[in-house]
């Protein structure tokens, strides 16, 4: 079964600065998608970032980018320039192939950005 | 256009009751999953619909059962409810599933509180 850990439950950062969220899974599928969810105190689940597991190249959005290590089974997320409202739960996930709506996720890191 | 809406957003019932939730996916999204949120066990599937059919089912006990209307939009309901049932009930919707390589959706979840 895969399984998908994230290992700081929490974490914080000045803002401004840059700040890494870990992430790795475990799979013996090839082709799967990857997730970043945030979800801040209005408890709506908003996508961050998504990566292809067949694209080498790592995804990005703006100030947000991840390192895809396939073969290391981790995908991290790094937000730059944090802003205050960058402060909210974010949670990685697993899309398994054909997975249709199902989708397996870590247990969250609450990242709280300080002024 | 409007996001995925879930109605109650709030909800107190009382052991042993039952519960109906709803979900009204992003207009044209043919595909609603269902998640349950716990503090404890994080975010899990319970199930996926899409074109009234159910495609893809978690591990949760029969008490909890779901449908899809021809408007796609969608209800949960659960049976005979216990204590742990307490959780954050998370609808998400997608234009055709993972299938299709398109995101998921998420509305701001109903609250359920059983006592």
């Known amino acids: 079964a895969q399984t998908v850990t994230q290992s700081q439950p929490e974490m914080s950062v000045q803002e401004a600065e840059t700040v890494t969220l870990s992430c790795t899974y475990d799979t013996s599928e090839n082709n799967y998608y990857l997730f970043w969810y945030k979800q801040p105190p209005s408890r709506q689940m908003i996508l961050v970032i998504r990566?292809?597991?067949?694209?080498?190249q790592n995804a990005t959005e703006n100030r947000f980018s991840v390192n895809f290590q396939k073969a290391a089974k981790s995908f991290s997320l790094k937000i730059s320039d944090s802003q205050l409202g960058d402060t909210a739960m974010y949670f990685c996930a697993f899309g398994p192939p054909g997975s249709q709506g199902n989708l397996i996720f870590g247990k969250g890191t609450k990242l709280s950005v300080k002024p | 256009k409007a996001g995925v809406t879930q109605t109650p957003r709030y909800l107190i019932k009382t052991r042993g009751q039952q519960v109906t939730l709803s979900c009204s996916p992003i207009?044209?999204?043919?595909?609603v999953s269902w998640y349950q949120q716990t503090p404890g066990q994080g975010l899990q599937f319970l199930f996926e619909y899409f074109s009234e059919t159910q495609r893809n089912k978690g591990n949760f006990p029969g008490r909890f059962s779901g449908r899809q209307f021809s408007n796609s939009r969608s209800e949960m309901n659960v049976s005979t409810l216990e204590l742990g049932d307490s959780a954050l009930y998370l609808c998400?919707?997608?234009?055709?599933?993972?299938?299709?390589?398109?995101?998921?959706?998420f509305g701001n979840g109903t609250r359920l509180t059983v006592t």
């Open positions: 990566q292809e597991a067949y694209k080498q």
């Open positions: 998400a919707s997608s234009p055709a599933g993972m299938r299709s390589n398109s995101p998921l959706h």
């Open positions: 207009s044209g999204h043919r595909s």
